[in-house]
């Protein structure tokens, strides 16, 4: 196999890096794009503006000043609760800034992905992101994506005021993940189905590689509505991958209702099961639980390994919970102060 068609595989982007921001942007018969670096300058500076000017920058103060995240944090520690009130706090300050994005499920799964992010699991290079010896993680349910920028700006992959810049044309914060223009993201997501098949293929590719790194990935109960997914479980299987773990938002809730009224899923479990995977069920708010359950996905030989995570939708905000309606609406400033006050009582 060709060097291009192994680094494919892995996830590794071409061209040659050595900045933390150095992903190559896609250049076309025009202009090339600004490099990735300037990208992000200018997002710094443009988010800093925005927070000057907003008339209550207070809202958009960091909850997690001064815990050292680049040691694994033990998941059931009140540090650890800290970490996950400033991640929500941050998406639902930038879901406002930007006056649209997916609260609901960012707000579900910020337990289960500050627990695999900050809880040891993850190894990773924050500056040194296209590292060839990381884990990867690919959001496939790619809208909740404002979790996983929270979690990247706090982990180091760039500064947190970029965030402020969610969704604005040129920010290298887009509405889904972009693998070129995000430092820490591992595929393009965000049309349901493809990124598990992506993840897949890496998991496949880092083996071929002799490369001992993990895949992590995001997926939610809509989105295993998508035939793409079973082909994915059953080549999973067929070929033994056993360093790929997917985390599954098992909200009950997708875009238009609640998942048994659009299309009932009945026992995720059991038709993982039957595809031949590993299957473990945890409450999606019990980080402790979710922590011994990566740790048990790890051990797991000869097989991919699925974690159905339970959730609420809107998780710690009473309107948002179990709500369909907060799948994609952002808050607005009244909304958002009133989430902040109820995050940070509790
Ligand atoms: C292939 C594809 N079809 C449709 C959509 C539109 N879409 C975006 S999110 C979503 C619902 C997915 O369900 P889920 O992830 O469970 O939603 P949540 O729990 O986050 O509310 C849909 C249908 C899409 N992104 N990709
Ligand atoms: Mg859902």
């Given at each position: 196999m060709s060097t291009f068609a192994k680094n494919q595989m892995a996830g590794q982007t071409t061209g040659t890096h050595n900045s933390p921001f150095g992903h190559v942007a896609p250049s076309g018969s025009q202009a090339p794009a600004p490099h990735l670096d300037d990208r992000v300058a200018q997002a710094v500076k443009d988010g800093a503006a925005v927070v000057a000017a907003s008339p209550k920058p207070e809202r958009y103060a960091d909850r997690a000043v001064g815990i050292d995240v680049n040691a694994p944090i033990d998941p059931s520690s009140e540090t650890m609760?800290?970490?996950?009130?400033?991640?929500?706090?941050?998406?639902?300050?930038?879901?406002?800034?930007?006056?649209?994005?997916?609260?609901?499920?960012?707000?579900?799964?910020?337990?289960?992905?500050?627990?695999?992010?900050?809880?040891?699991?993850?190894?990773?290079?924050?500056?040194?992101?296209?590292?060839?010896?990381?884990?990867?993680?690919i959001l496939s349910n790619g809208h909740i994506c404002p979790v996983l920028y929270a979690?990247?700006?706090?982990?180091?992959f760039f500064p947190r005021d970029v965030l402020w810049t969610l969704r604005q044309l040129g920010s290298p914060l887009q509405g889904h993940p972009d693998f070129?223009?995000?430092?820490?993201?591992?595929?393009?997501?965000?049309?349901?189905?493809?990124?598990?098949?992506?993840?897949?293929?890496?998991a496949l590719g880092l083996k071929l590689q002799g490369i001992d790194a993990r895949v992590y990935v995001g997926s939610?109960?809509?989105?295993?509505?998508?035939?793409?997914?079973?082909?994915?479980?059953?080549?999973?299987?067929?070929?033994?991958?056993?360093?790929?773990?997917?985390?599954?938002?098992?909200?009950?809730?997708?875009?238009?209702g609640f998942t048994k009224d659009v299309m009932d899923q009945g026992d995720l479990g059991q038709k993982f099961a039957a595809f031949g995977w590993h299957v473990q069920d945890v409450d999606g708010?019990?980080?402790?639980?979710?922590?011994?359950?990566l740790k048990t996905a790890k051990a797991i030989k000869g097989r991919p390994q699925m974690i159905?995570?339970?959730?609420?939708?809107?998780?710690?905000?009473?309107?948002?919970?179990?709500?369909?309606?907060?799948?994609?609406?952002?808050?607005?400033?009244?909304?958002?102060?009133?989430?902040?006050?109820?995050?940070?009582?509790?």
């Open positions: 609760a800290r970490i996950c009130t400033a991640l929500k706090t941050d998406i639902l300050a930038a879901l406002n800034l930007s006056a649209s994005g997916h609260p609901g499920g960012s707000l579900g799964m910020t337990d289960v992905f500050a627990t695999l992010w900050f809880g040891g699991h993850m190894s990773v290079r924050p500056h040194e992101p296209d590292w060839n010896g990381r884990d990867r993680f979690i990247l700006a706090r982990r180091g070129h223009f995000t430092p820490g993201v591992d595929a393009c997501t965000g049309s349901l189905g493809n990124g598990a098949s992506v993840a897949l293929g890496q939610s109960d809509g989105e295993v509505q998508e035939g793409q997914i079973w082909e994915m479980a059953s080549a999973a299987t067929h070929h033994g991958v056993d360093n790929l773990t997917v985390m599954l938002d098992r909200n009950g809730i997708q875009i238009d708010h019990d980080r402790g639980a979710i922590h011994t359950a159905i995570c339970h959730t609420v939708l809107g998780k710690g905000v009473s309107f948002m919970e179990n709500k369909p309606g907060w799948h994609g609406v952002a808050p607005d400033d009244d909304q958002l102060d009133e989430a902040i006050a109820e995050l940070e009582s509790a």
